[in-house]
């Protein structure tokens, strides 16, 4: 697929125009190929600004007088029409430029680790529990019994990956973000796979919590790339970018 061809299938797919063998072809390229990917990225970032700030309507009018003038006759040269229609681009690229630019800004100067935390986080819901006849502990979580489950973790020699979890659960939500990111991190050096993509998640959103995007950037960059992890969904281009802002933030303190 020529790069024409490949950028024109990227818009119709963003524009919700392919369905069927086509639409499956093209998420199979963008899974195997990454600058399909990333372009795709770019152009949905780049038509998401567009629909938020009227540019659709910029650019349609300019189509527009075009298409009024070619239809009502003009004598204007070929030249002149090329002419018009390179500046009418130029134009809106310009005032794309500037709205990126501006929502960059923008976006630097808000972002901050508790808030994208706090967009982020959503606590885990008892009912999801898995697995098992319920402990002393997991009830206790499920009753919402803060103190008991920290109790009853921090007297466990050896606690199970279950009981790490919904103890790093509870250090996230009494704002204690390195005793969480202790529990979540015992998870994922366990031999014992249970609740590791979910520990992995958690651990992320732990190390915004204690301000360390650095450390928080990587396993969302696993997540994000892993289309069949638990929370795929929940990471996007948009999270990804916030935090590389957090980071140059820091770097810039």
Known sequence: ????????????????ELSGEELKAFEQLQNRDENVKKERENLELAQKAI?????????????????SEVQSGSQRTTQAKIYAM?????????????????????EYATV??????????????????????????????????????????EKMTAPDNKASFLAGQVYLSIRQPKKAIGAFTNIIRSSNGAYKEDAEYYLALSYLQNDQPAKAIALFKRIYRDSEHLYHNKVDYWMLLKV????LKNHSK
């Open 244 to 247: 590389k802002l957090l980071i």
């Open 112 to 153: 901050s680790p508790s808030k994208l935390y706090s967009e982020s986080y959503e606590p885990y819901k008892a009912s999801v529990l898995r697995g098992g006849d319920n402990t002393e502990l997991e009830t206790a979580y499920v009753s919402g019994e803060k103190k008991t489950v920290i109790a009853l973790f």
């Open 1 to 16: 697929m020529d790069a024409n061809k490949t950028t024109e299938t990227i818009i119709k797919y963003l524009d919700g």
């Open 51 to 67: 629909a938020s700030y009227g540019l659709k309507a910029q650019v349609a009018a300019a189509r527009s007088e075009m298409a």
């Open 86 to 106: 390179v500046r009418s681009v130029l134009q809106v690229a310009a005032s794309l430029l500037f709205i990126l630019l501006a929502i960059g800004a923008y």
